[in-house]
């Protein structure tokens, strides 16, 4: 079981709050992902439920008891750290087994749960390795593994990925979600990509200088964000914020329109033609099988569009932009969303 409660949960550092009265719900056997910009207190929020840090006011619960003054070990969590914190001297074997080991798990018992976490991993041939001799994934996959055989409540990953490079970070994304569908174990990661927490989270919480300014599936935060704030965090690239006349014609204080949802035509619209805004295309970016064009729009401002990687445009070409009128964000002067 790891269902993980939050109640005004409060972190202070030298007087100055960093988590601002938390409240969240995590359901038992679901993967959240925490995701923000450096700084907004996603890791601090993580530590807190681990017990690394002392909850300044507020509490903790999980599966129903109160673990706000637990120690970490006491909690039935296992975290896995961004720096993978192996032991090099240590066989994969036993890096794996260690926490075991200083829990005084029988030696038989050990010896069952390594192996299964080994062939979970695909790490058995790699057992009798030290982690020097391993690539940065397998690594990884040695921390993961010695998460695993603790059989937790939760599993905590603060930026696990992040020392990886792409490709193997797309790859292990995958690994960690089959792995965590599989064991079926409540799952809580950290992140500052938010391409990483669209791709992997059922829960996505987004924070922004210590509060939770929206919690929702991927779909939900992209489809109906908040505020201004989750609207441009949400989606790659990033929304459109258009203050200034153009907001004002809509009745908002700015206006949002994802760059997937802007038609890009060549030359000025001919009359009678769907209204659009002209402009000049600053840069074109090809990436084969999209092409993002950033335009300087008339009255508008710099405007990018996501279209097919077919499209041919060069800087200095007029062109319109044709925006979806029923896929426009409006925000109110506290940049919160306004109902369609």
């Avoid at 982690?131 to 930026?159: H, K, T």
């Avoid at 922004?208 to 908040?226: D, F, K, M, N, T």
């Avoid at 805004?277 to 996501?306: C, K, N, Y």
Wanted: charged share 20%.
């Amino acid at each position: 079981m790891g269902r993980i409660t939050l109640s005004g949960v409060r972190k202070d550092f030298d007087g100055a709050a960093v988590i601002h009265g938390a409240d969240l719900e995590i359901e038992d056997g679901s993967f959240v992902v925490f995701v923000g910009p450096s700084g907004c207190g996603k890791t601090t929020l993580l530590r807190l439920i681990a017990g690394l840090e002392d909850v300044s006011d507020g509490k903790i619960l999980i599966d129903g008891k109160d673990v706000t003054h637990m120690s970490p070990a006491s909690r039935g969590l296992s975290m896995v750290f961004q720096s993978y914190a192996l032991y090099p001297h240590m066989t994969v074997r036993n890096n794996i087994a260690f926490g075991l080991k200083m829990s005084r798990v029988p030696k038989e018992e050990i010896a069952i749960r390594v192996a299964a976490a080994a062939e979970t991993l695909n790490l058995t041939e790699h057992l009798d390795r030290r982690p020097a001799q391993l690539s940065g994934g397998q690594r990884q996959r040695v921390a993961i593994g010695r998460a695993i055989v603790r059989e937790p409540n939760a599993f905590l990953f603060d930026e696990p990925l992040s020392n990886l490079d792409a490709a193997l970070r797309t790859q292990m994304r995958l690994e960690v979600v089959r792995l965590q569908r599989n064991l079926r174990t409540t799952a809580i990661y950290v992140t500052h990509d938010q391409v990483e927490a669209m791709t992997m989270a059922q829960q996505i919480v987004v924070l922004r200088a210590g509060r939770i300014e929206q919690v929702g599936s991927p779909l939900e935060l992209y489809e109906r964000p908040a505020n201004v704030f989750v609207a441009s965090f949400i989606g790659s690239p990033c929304m459109n914020l258009l203050t200034g006349s153009i907001a004002d014609r809509h009745g908002a204080s700015t206006l949002g329109v994802r760059p997937e949802h802007i038609q890009v035509n060549h030359g000025v619209q001919a009359s009678g033609s769907a209204k659009g805004w002209e402009g000049v295309v600053v840069q074109a970016e090809h990436l084969g099988s999209d092409t993002f064009v950033h335009v300087e729009a008339v009255g508008v401002g710099l405007v990018t569009a996501r279209c097919s990687g077919g499209l041919r445009v060069m800087p200095g070409e007029s062109v319109t932009l044709i925006p979806d009128a029923a896929r426009l964000y409006r925000f109110d002067a506290q940049e919160r969303a306004i109902p369609a």
